[in-house]
């Protein structure tokens, strides 16, 4: 509760774990850094050839390449069929068992500002970003949830389904709500299932009365500010010179030191999980309801954190202004 203690809370070794997205960026780092840990893992995206190179880094990362297990599968996630086809496939895969852990990276940014941006645009975003977490989470949890026997025993007794969002759904910047929005979007289903996940594991605590899911589910999102990666590079080629100004104070991260920051909150057992000290102010200013990582720690960030942002947010807005005072509409604003 305090956030305390020395138990891994998220221990992969020997188990199975579906990266969606993984073949590039945050993905593939979390993918080789759980290879790492003795995960067998599945990556899932659409590019064959990114596929089968990062296989076979995984397979050269492995703590036990005799023993772990490497599998790729080409999907287009913002089809639902094809996430249910993803958890079959795994399953099949993985001798009948559904995956133990299921972490969703998908989706990519398209920075710039709401009424330049086409709306078949802001759609995709949604489509890319939201949608493929929610058509991923939806198959698994109907996967991991359908009812067991009392006399079934599985290998582990707490499955956990990952989502990745930003410090955007805390703070949105910006030149940013195509993808601010589907972000926010994770962040509210996030907090949703937290809550409606412990009816199944109320259920799974007494199993030995009657069928009841095969184990129990945590629930956690990791927020990350900027990820170098290719992604990235393609995000500020189009991204508004406003927008960059704004965000000057975060720093990028390397897709690896983003990987291992979170998996270390991971195990110990986080729910929102952020990768430096200026994501978690950030978070500190809109915890609302959301389950707390740490009482008394989190208590102490958001009180820190709303004294900051009584400067922070009027300051952004001040620039937005001066901005637009100086340098007139944007070019490709249409007129009235």
């Known amino acids: 509760m305090f956030g305390l203690g020395s138990r891994n809370e998220f221990n ?6 579906i990266i969606t997205g993984g073949s590039d960026g945050m993905g593939k780092a979390v993918a080789l850094q759980l290879s790492a840990k003795g995960a067998n893992v599945i990556i899932v995206a659409r590019t064959v050839s990114k596929l089968v190179a990062t296989v076979e880094e995984m397979k050269a990362a492995a703590a036990n390449a005799y023993k772990q297990k490497f599998h790729y599968i080409s999907a ?15 399953t099949t895969w993985n001798s009948g068992a559904p995956p133990d852990v299921v972490w969703c990276c998908a989706g990519f940014s398209r ?16 489509d890319t970003i939201y949608w493929t977490a929610a058509n991923t989470a939806h198959a698994t949890l109907r996967s991991w949830l359908t009812p ?7 290998k582990t007794p707490r499955r956990h389904l990952i989502f990745t969002c930003s410090t955007l ?8 709500s195509p993808y601010s929005s589907a972000k926010a979007a994770i962040r509210s289903l996030s907090d949703t299932l937290s809550q ?5 594991n109320g259920a799974f605590s007494q199993r030995h ?3 009841a899911p095969a184990a129990d589910v945590k629930i956690h999102t990791i927020f990350p500010m900027g990820i170098l990666s290719p992604g990235f590079d393609n995000e500020q080629k189009i991204k508004p010179e406003l927008t960059k100004k704004l965000e000057e104070a975060d720093k990028p991260q390397s897709p690896a030191e983003v990987a291992k920051i979170s998996i270390s909150a991971l195990e110990r057992g986080e729910y929102l999980v952020t990768t430096n000290m200026i994501g978690a102010l950030m978070k500190g200013t809109s915890l609302g309801p959301s389950p707390r990582n740490s009482i008394v720690g989190d208590t102490l960030l958001s009180w820190l954190s709303s004294l900051v942002f009584l400067q922070v947010i009027p300051d952004l807005r001040s620039k937005a202004f001066n901005w637009g005072k100086k340098n007139g509409l944007p070019q490709s604003t249409p007129a009235s």
Request: aromatic share 8%; net charge negative.
């Open 209 to 211: 009365r009657s069928s």
């Open 111 to 126: 920075p710039g500002y709401f009424i330049d941006v086409p709306i078949q645009e802001h759609r995709q975003q949604m």
């Open 148 to 154: 067991v026997a009392p006399s079934v025993q599985m």
């Open 12 to 17: 992969v070794e020997g188990q199975t774990v």
């Open 169 to 176: 759904a805390f703070v949105p910047v910006a030149g940013y």
């Open 196 to 200: 409606e996940i412990e009816m199944y």
């Open 76 to 90: 287009d996630l913002t089809d639902p069929l094809e996430c249910e086809r993803v958890i079959t496939e795994t």
